[in-house]
């Protein structure tokens, strides 16, 4: 008999980024008890790192912007198949979500009217992102934080949660282990949140802290959830590429927005040569109107380098490809450049860009005021996620809700910048209002013994065969599936490395029951690492699943076997389910008609 | 352009630990971090590490490297003398967990003593606030602190004198002075610092913002511009004939 503890509430949310702190704090408010799970301490989640900023149509910088223009930017970027009822209610209800963090305590860059300043980023059309320098994901963390301990909640720190639990079909709870000393518990929740965040980790070259490990997806799709579009990650364009302990480390689009530009070896501003349909007339002619909307002139279009990411990500790679690249393989971007257009440039790039700033000084003897900067792709986003009803966050399984980077929906086949931050405020808030509303309507579920014991013999296997002296190190695995995804999933994809991939996955599977760990359980890493690893091979897995059945390039999913659009796979969104077997099935679901009012509101922006 | 390293590194929980070194190559512009992580994959598998980000921006991987507080992932190794062996130790301020992880809770629960943020009322009809850029560049510095807990490692009060019911120490000095310098807030603040954050007890070393990764002027622009407020309002006598301080 396996020891553990048991702890009871009535809403369980697991991870305490944005999207789980909003959602915990909206349970409390509605008088439920809440507890909070995380695998760091209070404050560390991947959304500290957010930089550039929060995308609202508060209007306060362009009064042309309202949440319809939000809308339909936001279905432009995910090229259509996006969830349209969420793409609504967020730009509806991201302004409110906003200025209720001001309330907080929260205080972002300010207009010289004296209201919340915002920034110009890719694919929105107006200037339209809060922020707080480049380090907005601090500030909305930390505000959120310094909110939430004041409500009535309890705060599980480092502590990971390995499985869910259930009755029936309905979801009752987890359980997990708490890192300090490896010891076991067991949530009973009436209903549960998933706001675990991405799944970076998955590949070599990532923004993505140690904790983007997919963990929310496959806690979902092992309790019989379905995911949905996991085909569509992002590559960020600009991550650094010098020196190499540091590739993957994002440079944030705020550089861009405020005037960075890209440049090849030639110092040609190569994004000019290849300008997408759906954004032609979005896009200025010349550098001077590009330079022009940079400080704000309302008849000027926006700069190249500021359409989506997929396609900025994809014309660096060509440029690397054709030789035109910079000498560690990737592009040059460049703000220092602006001093020729305003005096004290320095100045402002380091007001601007502070974070910037120190990264290259620090990390790669560089000064961005005075010269460009090394780029590259880096994963950074996942699009897809659990699959949720857009208006509760519920997902297939009843009790079980998800909201954030884990969820699927909003953002389509490519998520805009400044997009995400907003997403976790609007969608957390609904994921725990309605976390809370199925809670006040049920009661505590049984917790099957036996499921539990398992569920413990499990995460202790390697343990065992660490005793025995030999097996797989986890990290390893780790990186052996890491480079795998890279270099066969990645940014340009194509049927037959994808099956390679699907193989190679499945002989990792096979290693990975020998997966070896020695010590004991006191915050032992390699532990935790390994189970990290049956989380990223899961993922990695369903990743592949989805792509092989997009057959088209749409978004963030570009394959050379199928180059272009396709018109039929416009309509549907790609559904995965774990079936009894462990076999991962995808099937193609047609998306919901939208409602006459929203496709007039996407005509009449086009 | 590769070479090796030694890295001298605390192994060891509360029953006891001991510095062991271990090699491992180097490359270039690797940090700590990197290293550590490089000698846990292939050395010391079940080392206990705490770190995030690798970017310096969660605070999560403070630790004292060759004696001083600094984060494993912005300490370069071109800045370190690599001929001695690099020492890395776990904060010795905090109760020690294991390997290179403290028990920070510490400053968690302190940090609840310090009063919510109360704004005054809107300024304008649809509930929002007006507020100049300059009146918030202040608190704005404050608020890049990334709970590093470094500045709270070196504070000699808590290190030395062990005085943490006394003393909240300069993070939270630096909580406390981005609200009482926050342009909206309106609660009375002063009297909590004074005897429940024990302000007293900072004697202005300056060792606080010497080891602050964020670059945050801790003494000069929260720690004395607080410390002065205190005394104005305790220590001015118009202020004490009046009755306005407690
Ligand atoms: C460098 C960088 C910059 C970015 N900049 C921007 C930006 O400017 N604007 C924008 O909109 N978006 C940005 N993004 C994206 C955005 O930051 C993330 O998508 C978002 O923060 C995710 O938030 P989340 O709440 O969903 O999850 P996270 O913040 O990732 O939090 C996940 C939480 O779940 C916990 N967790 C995970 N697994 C488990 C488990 N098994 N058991 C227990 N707990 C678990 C973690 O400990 C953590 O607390 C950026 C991303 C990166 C990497
Ligand atoms: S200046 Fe004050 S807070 Fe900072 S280290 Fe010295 S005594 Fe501590
Ligand atoms: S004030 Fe500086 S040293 Fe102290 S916790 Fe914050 S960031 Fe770290
Ligand atoms: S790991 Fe985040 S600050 Fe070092």
Redesign the pocket.
Known sequence: MAQYETIQHDVLVIGAGGAGLRGAIEAAGRGVSVGVISKSLLGKAHTVMAEGGVAAALSNVDDRDNWKVHFADTMRGGQYVNNWRMAELHAKEAPDRVRELEAWGAVFDRTPDGRILQRNFGGHRYARLAHVGDRTGLEMIRTLQDHATFERMSFYTEFTIVSLLKEGNRVVGAIGYQREKGLFFVFQAKAVVLATGGLGRAYKITSNSWEGTGDGFALALDAGAELRDVEFVQFHPTGMIWPPSVAGLLVTEGVRGEGGVLRNRLGRRFMFDDIPALYKNQTADTEEEGWRYTVGDKNARRPPELVTRDHVARCIMREVREGRGSPHGGVFLDIAWIKEKIPNAEKHIRAKLPSMYDQFLKLADLDITKEPMEVGPTTHYSMGGVRVDGDSQMSSLPGLFAAGECAAGLHGANRLGGNSLSDLLVFGKRAGEYAARFALETSLGRVSESAVNENIRQALAPFENGAKGRGESPYQLQAELQEMMQELVGIVRTENEMVRALDGIQKLKERSRSLHVEGNRMYNVGWHTAVDVGNLLTVSEAICRAALERRESRGAHYRIDYPDKSESLAKVNTTLHKGEDGAISVRLEPIKEMPAELKQIIEEMK | MTATATFSIWRGDLQGGKLVDYQTEIVQGMVVLDAVRRIQADQANDMAVRWNCKAGKC?SCATEINGKPRLMCMTRLSDLSTTQPIRVEPMRTFPHIRDLVTDVSWNFAKKRTVRKFNPRKPDAADGTWRMAQIDVDRVQEFRK????????DVCHVLRNHQLFDEYIG??LL?YDAALVMHPLDSDQRLADLRHAHGIGYCNITKC?TN????E?K?TDNAIIPLKERVVDLYFDPLTRLFGGAR
């Open positions: 605070g602190c990334i709970e590093c807990f470094l500045c709270q300069p993070r630096v606080c080891v602050c990764p964020e945050i801790i």
